[in-house]
């Protein structure tokens, strides 16, 4: 099914949504890594607040390339999302709600979708340049330092992207994997 969706990705928004779902994403998003990932974790255990609201907040796990003249980013292609897995449950604890990338999740992420009504959105890796032209503005938030992995602000308009795992823990890489095999020759 295609859905436009603006956000915030609300709890019932996210519950909405299903594996498979092909979605056209509109509003604020963030921009974060490994290792934007792991300092805002730390600063949680720390006790301290976050450089952003995490609520209902969906992050693209992306390091974006240097805009040229004339444009708003550079290449703005996924990253492999297993990267941000041990990161994942916590970010989900504190209220953000979506993630965009690519790959696989460990059980541990999955999980922490379920309990907290997370969803995985797949971006196509190799499509950096097409995914940028979706991007309408985009603002250094914090860790200015860690370059391309600094944590951003984007505005994004029908960004094309598909939920690869819905809040009930569907995964859509074992599902067509299976239906595939189901109906081999």
Do not use: W
């Not at 301290?48 to 609520?55: A, F, S, W």
Request: proline content about 6%; aromatic content about 8%.
């Amino acid at each position: 099914m295609e859905k436009h969706i603006t956000l915030p990705l609300t709890e019932e928004l996210a519950r909405s949504l299903k594996a498979g779902d092909k979605v056209f994403l509109t509003g604020t998003i963030y921009t974060s890594r490994d290792a934007g990932h792991k300092r805002m974790c730390e600063a949680l255990e720390r006790g301290e607040k976050l450089p952003i609201d995490p609520t209902d907040a969906v992050i693209y796990y992306v390091g974006p390339t240097p805009a040229k003249p004339g444009q708003v980013i550079g290449s703005a292609g996924p990253t492999t999302a297993g990267r941000m897995d041990a990161y994942a449950p916590t970010m989900m604890s504190v209220g953000a709600r979506g993630m965009i990338g690519k790959g696989y999740r460990l059980p541990e992420v999955v999980e922490a979708m379920k309990k907290y009504s997370g969803v995985f959105f797949g971006a196509i890796g190799g499509c950096g340049a097409l995914l940028a032209k979706c991007i309408k503005s985009a603002e250094l938030i914090a860790y200015e330092d860690l370059g391309a992995e600094a944590l951003r602000k984007l505005y994004v308009e029908d960004m094309p992207l598909v939920v690869i795992i819905d809040c009930e823990g569907n995964d859509l890489y074992k599902l067509g994997r299976a239906a595939y095999l189901e109906n081999r020759p």
